[in-house]
């Protein structure tokens, strides 16, 4: 990594720790700070720890304090999604006002491209597209005599031998001599050259990228020759040369429904574990808001201020009182109230409770459909009737999804067993037809002989030209007609082959909500 960009990053680095630590650091200090100097006897010395905090104020808590900010602040607090943003980020618990959570989230959109961008290039090596040599020389080796097969630069193959080779000199092939055009001996490892005819290969090893993983220009620099592909390291952090350019490996590149961009493996993503977490996401922002709504009955009281200050709305509260019915409710806290008035300082805390029933949620194994318990893991068992929990709650449960298959079989790159549906030849036989055309060459030799006898006689030409004729006219094309023989494929067809949506119905538990208060005690 060159020194201009190991500078760039760390300062980059450092500026959003620094920030940071700002936000959520000092300024939760500060607040802390605060409150226990109301809460605390020593008013006088709490003032002076005051004047002392102000004279050693750091920039970043300047900033947040500024008159623009707190203004901001304010035109953000204004609006609808303003107002929802300052609940929610109470409700987690986080010492952030709307626009310094705003102001961190396009930072974070803008300033991790940015670092990118100073660390250097970033790419993501796909498998290129290539043949066999036998399928690539095919149609020049079938030809009576057989003829070389051009080739441009680019060109991708894989010999024999398993070693892929990219033209890098186009022109036309040449076999391993002999006059029967067969593979040349390439070379295996990275970077060695093959001649072919006046085609020149270069190896490119045993393996080509497989679009998994990401790699970074630690080095800048220039990339080696045209259509020569590096031979990248899968591993983490690894180094691949490309040139004077150095490539690390930044980790993997894969996707969340399986395989990688350009090479989707996945039938479908809720059979994958992250699809299962995307639906248990689901059902918890659905909870989350059915316990908001559930919670019917409000209740405020006042306490301390020294137990005022660790309240949060993260938290629950427990209330024991003979006014109320059964002499205790659970809530959760929706609003924390800090005043004082004439030297008396209180907390008025206000909570909401559900009218639940505490009822339970139980997980039902349900009935194997797929095949009989045992047999597979439960990864392949599919079942009618099942219900699970979530791992974060147990008063609610779902019955995971079964992926609907959607896999037509067809899948970049493409193979001959994904697109051939049927092949085969029709007709007469290979050795029915060398019988004819060794025929229609022996007729063609007899009429050769034929029209090299000199005739003895008019009549002796006439028929010497007639048997000519009729030799000639069984030839090899007449042959060829006579006993056809022809190649028949039959591949996927790719327009119908279905929708490729699906609509898939989660079936849930009814919420068990908890009982937080007895109305009826």
């Known amino acids: 990594m060159s020194p201009v960009m190991l500078v760039a990053g760390l300062i980059a680095a450092a500026a959003v720790l620094l920030i940071f630590w700002g936000l959520f650091g000092a300024r939760r200090d500060d607040v802390q700070a ?16 005051e004047e002392k905090r102000q004279e050693a104020q750091s920039f970043l808590e300047q900033l947040a304090g500024s008159r623009a900010l707190t203004d901001l602040n304010k035109i ?59 399928a690539f020389t095919q149609g020049g080796r079938a030809t009576i ?8 630069e680019g060109t991708i193959i894989q010999a024999s031998n398993g070693s892929f080779q990219v033209c890098t000199q186009g022109g036309t092939t040449a076999g391993g001599g002999g006059g029967n055009l067969s593979e040349p001996a390439f070379a295996t490892s990275w970077g060695a050259t093959t001649s072919d005819g006046s085609a020149i290969w270069k190896s490119l090893g045993l393996a080509l990228p497989t679009g998994s993983a990401f790699f970074v220009a630690t080095t800048g620099g220039t990339t080696g020759a045209q259509h020569v592909i590096p031979p990248f390291n899968n591993n983490l952090n690894a180094t691949t040369s490309d040139g004077s ?17 350009g090479n989707v493996i996945g039938g479908s993503y809720f059979a994958s574990d992250r699809g299962q977490w995307s639906v248990q996401h689901l059902i918890c922002r659905a909870r989350a808001r059915l316990r908001y709504a559930s919670r019917a009955v409000t209740t405020s009281f006042d306490t301390s201020f ?24 659970l809530g959760k806290i929706t609003g924390v109230e800090m005043s004082a008035d004439q030297g008396v300082f209180t907390t008025r805390v206000t909570m909401q409770s559900a009218l639940g029933k505490a009822t339970e949620v139980v997980e039902v194994p349900g009935e194997p459909t797929y095949v009989a318990d045992g047999y597979v893991t439960d990864g392949y068992q599919q079942r009618t009737g099942h219900v699970v929990l979530l791992p ?51 007729s063609m030799a007899n009429a050769a002989q034929i029209t090299q006898q000199p005739p003895t006689s008019f009549d002796q030409s006439i028929y010497q030209q007639t048997q000519a004729q009729l030799a000639s006219a069984n030839s090899v094309p007449y042959q060829l007609q006579q006993h056809p023989r022809y190649y028949e494929l039959e591949l996927k067809p790719l327009n119908g082959n279905g929708a490729f949506n699906h609509v898939y119905h989660l079936k849930c538990t009814t919420l068990a909500l908890p009982k937080m208060i007895d109305l009826g005690a």
């Not at 303003?82 to 626009?99: I, M, Q, T, V, Y």
């Not at 005599?145 to 441009?152: C, D, K, L, W, Y």
């Not at 350019?245 to 961009?261: F, M």
Request: no cysteine; glycine share 12%; net charge positive.
């Open 34 to 49: 605060r409150l226990e100097r109301y809460a605390s006897a020593g008013g006088a010395g709490g003032e002076k720890s």
């Open 76 to 134: 953000v607090e204004k609006r609808d999604f303003g107002a929802n943003l300052a609940r929610e980020l109470a409700r987690a618990d986080l010492a952030l006002k709307p626009s310094e959570f705003l102001a961190i989230r396009f930072g974070a959109i803008l300033g991790v491209p940015a670092i990118v961008f100073l660390l250097g290039a970033t790419i993501l090596p796909r498998r290129p597209i290539y043949t066999t040599w036998f």
């Open 145 to 152: 005599p057989q003829t070389g097969t051009s080739v441009s």
């Open 245 to 261: 350019v150095v490539w690390t490996n930044i980790g993997s590149g894969s996707i969340p429904i399986g395989g990688t961009p």
């Open 306 to 329: 020294a137990r005022g200050i660790g309240l949060t709305l993260r938290k629950s509260v427990t209330l024991h009182d003979p006014r109320l019915p059964g002499g205790i409710v």
């Open 392 to 442: 974060v709650a147990s008063d609610v449960g779902y019955s995971p999804l079964v992926p609907i298959a959607d896999e037509d079989g067809v899948r970049f790159p493409l193979d001959k067993n994904m697109i051939v549906v049927s092949e085969g030849f029709i007709g007469s036989t290979l050795e029915e037809q060398e019988t004819a055309v060794k025929s229609a060459f022996r």
